[in-house]
């Protein structure tokens, strides 16, 4: 009787030990979960930001930003209802975009794209670009005059200028206004009053010519 008991043990022994030593297999209706705590999360592609700008015989500037960080953008225009359906103008590593208005300010007849961008600084400069339709055929770039030190000067059109500028259209005129900067003033306290400089527009040898025509200070 102890031989037989003793046999029963040993064979509920083995049994125990098979079991404990072979691996859990997953059946046909479980699922089994991945673990991606250590996988990155793909970050999905920037969507440019798309306007649109009708100007008064009915064509339209389409734009597209796309900004390639917070400091730098590029800026695509493609047009609708002209005769040249496939003309694209494309400003590259601009500073990023304010704002956009059409504009006739050179009295033909066809409003102009005018693209307003800013710079990411403390200064916060304001830049022009510009789109001509050419007699609502095709479009292509303006040319506009830059900012020089040398306008900066004393008794110059930009004397005092630091920024902080606003652009706009005033009595079919584009306007730069800012704020004018004596040479102990800080950046946060402009104390030379206001000054508005004016741009004309006209036809150049190879394209439009946007040029500083006067400017106007405002006490």
Known sequence: M???NLAVLLILISVLSFGCGKKEE??????VKKDTSSQKTKKPDKIPASNEYM????KVFLINVNKSSESLADIIVTGKGFVFKNDTVKFKDTNPFEKAFVADIDGNGFEDLFIITRSAGSGSQGEILGVASNNDKSYSIISVEEIKKADM???????GYMGHDSIYTEKEMLVREFPVYKSSDTNNNPTGGKRKVFYKLS???????LKVS??????
């Not at 997953?26 to 699922?31: F, L, R």
């Not at 100007?55 to 009915?58: E, N, P, R």
């Not at 036809?203 to 010519?209: F, H």
């Open 26 to 31: 997953p059946t046909k209706n479980e699922t």
């Open 153 to 159: 000067k004393s008794g110059k059109m930009f004397e």
């Open 55 to 58: 100007t008064k015989s009915g």
């Open 214 to 219: 006067g400017k106007e200070d405002v006490k």
């Open 2 to 4: 102890k031989t037989i």
């Open 203 to 209: 036809p150049g040898e190879t394209s439009y010519q």
